[in-house]
């Protein structure tokens, strides 16, 4: 049988994140639990979220993004919905990355150039002494 509730210590621990962390997404609105007292209960649902949301942002995601995407699966266009602004986010990020990968390796070139001309005015220096003058 599957557990229906969580505390925030459990969900810190299984998803190796601090409370602080889960109650940064209640504010963003990314997870609402249930409240008894002053104890947080969170449900299956928001166990879920917590996943999409850790995976998201391994992806690179901006919460911003990942509430919107998860807010997608309980709007109208459901499951279909969530997947066609996911897969469009997705394409943002790889051309996104494409372009960042692209600027580094001119970066890089760029680098490595200064690099061997600092190296070569080093080796001209040096194999002048002061007396060659």
Do not use: W
Request: glycine share 6%.
């Amino acid at each position: 049988m599957k557990k229906q509730s969580f505390t925030i210590s459990e969900l810190a621990e299984e998803f190796d994140i601090t409370s602080r962390t889960l109650r940064f997404y209640e504010e963003q609105g990314i997870l609402s639990p249930d409240r008894k007292g002053n104890r947080r209960l969170y449900s299956r649902q928001d166990h879920g979220r917590i996943k999409m949301t850790l995976r998201g942002k391994r992806l690179g995601f901006s919460l911003l993004e990942i509430k919107e995407i998860i807010e997608m699966y309980d709007s109208k266009t459901g499951q279909v919905g969530q997947l066609v602004l996911f897969l469009k986010r997705i394409r943002e990020h790889v051309d996104m990355l494409e372009i960042q990968i692209e600027d580094i390796h001119l970066t890089l070139s760029e680098l490595k150039r200064f690099e061997q001309h600092c190296e070569d005015l080093l080796d001209k220096k040096n194999n002048h002494s002061p007396n060659d003058s």
